[in-house]
């Protein structure tokens, strides 16, 4: 196998593996086919698992080297330590569990700190949909009807961000992306208008 | 019979056979002074000897794993369709090596063959194995063949366990351990599913305590309601509703105690050929071996602390509708293995088919053994294949 390179990381995972310090221990929560934890281990020398509930995904995953645990995340995390890792990840899939409030809290028990990628529903299109059509907004990022989408639990980055600060979670680093999946200057000045897919850097620890 | 051998098969196998001198000790305190272990091997050792793959197989499994004996045999091995050229345990890439276990009845040292010390045969006396003795015995055979470490050591069910024993009693001779369908230890609930069985042999008047040999019997009623018990375990209620339902044999009730139901023939039929295949002192022993293993009891009971010695990377599988050996069983392994920091993968597959699930080429499951043995051909140099 070739090391991946960075061009072979998803927008949002290329931007997380920078927060990840080299030789650290990963657990990310819904890891697909496991491309970020692969990725972390060829050029960061990480250690860690990643849990799915994709069979095929799983397969895939096991291809790629990446220790992979079939595992429902509704179920929590019961069966892994506090503090048992440096850092939790959770890409593109809080929005899809039924309870974000309280696997964040599980997150931040068993790491020290988290990193969660969103679509954030705060976008201005998704905006702009909702108020010119009527209908709930579909798109690339969104692509499900309402009836059938596993995002069952959609939020902005400002209700995001009121999450953690009830629950005294702090913001380390965060970031958005445009629908190129690209930073730049404006996005910076209104992230919650023109921010597509929300990537935060969480820990309880203090300052 | 095959009338020509399939390509992806190992084609017509040799059984070989190696006498071991030096005494072994056992768990239960005993000696064998020597012992024979039955043993068959398929693909090719590569130069560097790091290339070699150890089956170690269930209950009532034994050597012959893959390929045909001879081209009038009905059914090839108990694993050919996860053994072979291009299959999951590709023999293009692997040397494959599957023995009989000590105890067994297929050619390696057990009730059935001849106590040096006496002369005669074993019977019940010979002594009862453990799955540690078993993992013994297979290191032995390991330095005969010229392995230092195996690039993976894979098992169901029973044999699960000794991979699991393989892992913990030998770390530094395996990099790779594939546990399916196992547990760490029984539950009380299988141990008496055992000793049911055992009863049902054991009361048989023709068992003559296990020395029927010598009164020319062979305890064939007590073997048959073993393994019918056995085999009713080892499938699921939905298997059994699927292949039978309540189908009638004869179309109709004939109000009579004979077997009536699609199901009893079945049940009939499968007991019948397992006693005239396999030796009941064989059976009671391996099933001791099951009751017996628990290797977290060396370690205050402490299953993380005893996988904490482990140093190969796992791969372990369940299936959904096995309750013999749940997947909850499995899933114990699992996050021990990942408390004590460990390297794994799991995935419970989707299947109707009961424990007997892991002898079945289920597509998914085999894609899976398939994507992590490429891994361990990779990781020990033989990626290439041929």
Not at chain 2, 26 to 49: F, I, Q
């Amino acid at each position: 196998m070739t090391p991946l390179q960075l061009d072979d990381l998803r927008a949002d995972l290329a931007i997380i593996q920078r927060w990840i310090e080299p030789g650290s221990q990963v657990l990310d929560l819904g890891c697909g086919e496991g491309m970020l934890l692969r990725y972390l281990r060829e050029h960061k020398q990480v250690r860690g698992y990643g849990l799915e509930i994709n069979q095929e995904r799983i397969t895939t995953a096991i291809a790629q080297g990446v220790n992979v645990i079939e595992q429902d995340l509704n179920k929590g995390l019961v069966n892994y330590n506090d503090g048992s890792f440096d850092t939790v990840v959770m890409a593109q899939a809080i929005q899809a569990v039924q309870r974000p409030d309280q696997l964040l809290d599980e997150m931040l028990r068993v790491g020290q700190e988290a990193i969660i990628t969103f679509p954030n529903f705060g976008y201005w299109r998704t905006r702009v949909y909702l108020a010119l059509k009527g209908e709930m907004p579909m798109s690339e990022t969104l692509p499900h009807s309402w009836y059938n989408t596993p995002n069952i639990h959609l939020c902005t980055v400002t209700d995001f961000e009121k999450l953690c600060a009830d629950k005294n979670i702090r913001i380390l680093n965060k970031t958005v992306l445009d629908d190129s999946h690209q930073e730049h200057w404006a996005i910076r000045l209104w992230p919650a208008l023109l921010g597509e897919m929300a990537i935060y850097h969480l820990t309880r620890r203090p300052l | 019979m095959p009338d020509v051998i399939p390509e992806d098969s190992v084609g017509l196998v040799t059984e070989q056979t190696h006498r071991f001198t030096e005494p072994l000790q056992l768990r239960s305190g005993r000696v064998l002074p020597e012992y024979t272990l039955m043993y068959e091997t398929y693909g090719t050792l590569n130069a560097d000897c790091s290339n070699a793959v150890l089956i170690c197989h269930a209950l009532s499994g034994d050597h012959h794993a893959a390929g045909y004996h001879q081209m009038s045999d009905k059914k090839p091995g108990w694993w050919d369709n996860a053994i072979g050229p291009g299959k999951p345990i590709d023999t293009n890439r692997f040397f494959v090596v599957s023995l009989n276990n000590l105890g067994g009845c297929s050619g390696s040292s057990g009730p059935t063959s001849d106590n040096p010390e006496t002369g005669k045969q074993y019977g019940p006396d010979f002594p009862i194995v453990a799955v540690r003795d078993w993992v013994n015995s297979q290191a032995r055979l390991a330095d005969v063949l010229g392995i230092d470490t195996w690039a993976a050591v894979v098992g169901g069910s029973l044999g699960g366990m000794q991979v699991l024993r393989w892992s913990i009693q030998f770390p530094q001779r395996l990099k790779h351990a594939v546990v399916i369908a196992s547990a760490p230890k029984l539950s009380a609930q299988n141990i008496a599913f055992n000793e049911v069985a055992r009863q049902a042999i054991a009361k048989d008047p023709d068992f003559h305590n296990g020395h029927y040999a010598e009164h020319g019997t062979i305890p064939k009623a007590g073997l048959m309601q073993a393994r019918m018990l056995g085999h009713l375990t080892y499938l699921s209620d939905d298997a059994m509703r699927q292949k039978f339902g309540r189908e009638l044999r004869e179309g109709k009730l004939n109000y009579s105690f004979a077997p009536e139901f699609q199901v009893e023939s079945y049940l009939h039929y499968q007991g019948e050929k397992f006693s005239t295949r396999f030796d009941a002192n064989t059976y009671m022993l391996m099933t001791k071996a099951l009751d017996y293993f628990d290797p977290a009891a060396d370690y205050d009971s402490d299953l993380v602390k005893c996988l904490g010695q482990t140093e190969c990377e796992f791969l372990v599988l369940s299936f959904t509708t096995d309750w013999r050996f749940a997947p909850e069983r499995s899933e114990e392994i699992v996050q021990a293995l990942v408390k004590a920091g460990k390297p794994v993968s799991y995935a419970c597959i989707e299947s109707d088919s009961g424990h007997d699930a892991f002898l079945l080429p289920i597509a998914r499951y085999h894609q899976m053994l398939r994507a992590y043995m490429n891994r361990v051909a990779t990781d020990s140099g033989n990626g290439g294949g041929k």
